[in-house]
C-alpha cells in the first residue's frame, strides 16, 4: 500500500480520508488519537484541543456520550499538505434521542503525514430513529 503522506495526490488524499472514516468509526481513541501529531491543534466547535493526549482525553469523553456512532466522510479537495472534507454522522444520547451532526472538516499534515491542523465546524440535527440513513 502506499504511504500516505504529502504532497497527496487525489487517490492519495481519498485514501487518507477514508482511513480517518475506518478509524473514527472503530470509536477507539487510542487508535484514533495516533494519526495526529504530538502537537496537534484542533478547533471541534467551539472546543479547541492541544496535543495528542488532550485529543485522546476529547475522543473517550466524546464516545461515552455518543452511543452507537457511525461516521461517513467524504473527500472535497487537496493541495499538497491539506484535505478538506464533508461528513456526516449520527448517534444516540443516553436517553435515546437520535442526531445527525454534520459539516466540514480542515486537515493539514507534517511530513510523516500525521494530522498537525484539524479544523471543524459542525451542526447538529435532532432526528428520529426512522430518519437514519448511517
Given amino acids: 500500500m502506499t ?3 504529502p504532497p497527496f ?8 480520508v477514508q482511513a480517518a472514516e475506518d478509524a ?6 487510542g487508535r484514533v488519537s495516533l494519526a495526529y ?3 496537534s491543534e484542533w478547533r471541534n466547535r467551539d ?17 461515552a456520550r455518543e452511543i452507537d456512532y457511525k461516521l461517513k466522510k467524504e473527500y472535497w ?3 499538497d499538505n491539506r484535505i478538506a472534507v464533508r461528513f456526516e454522522y449520527e448517534s444516540r444520547d443516553e436517553n435515546g434521542q ?3 451532526s454534520y459539516g466540514n472538516e480542515m486537515w493539514e499534515f507534517d511530513e510523516d503525514g500525521l494530522m498537525r491542523r ?11 430513529e426512522k430518519d437514519r440513513r448511517l
Avoid: C, Q
Avoid at 487517490?11 to 487518507?16: L, P, S
Avoid at 484539524?118 to 428520529?128: C, F, G, M, Q, V
Fill in 118 to 128: 484539524r479544523y471543524a465546524s459542525i451542526n447538529d440535527l435532532p432526528i428520529e
Fill in 24 to 29: 473514527w468509526n472503530s470509536r477507539d481513541p
Fill in 9 to 16: 495526490t487525489a487517490e492519495t488524499a481519498r485514501a487518507k
Fill in 77 to 79: 479537495a487537496h493541495t
Fill in 37 to 39: 501529531s504530538e502537537n
Fill in 3 to 5: 504511504k500516505l503522506v
Fill in 98 to 100: 437520535w442526531r445527525r
Fill in 47 to 63: 472546543t479547541f484541543l492541544n496535543g495528542r493526549e488532550e485529543i485522546r482525553a476529547f475522543l473517550t469523553e466524546k464516545w
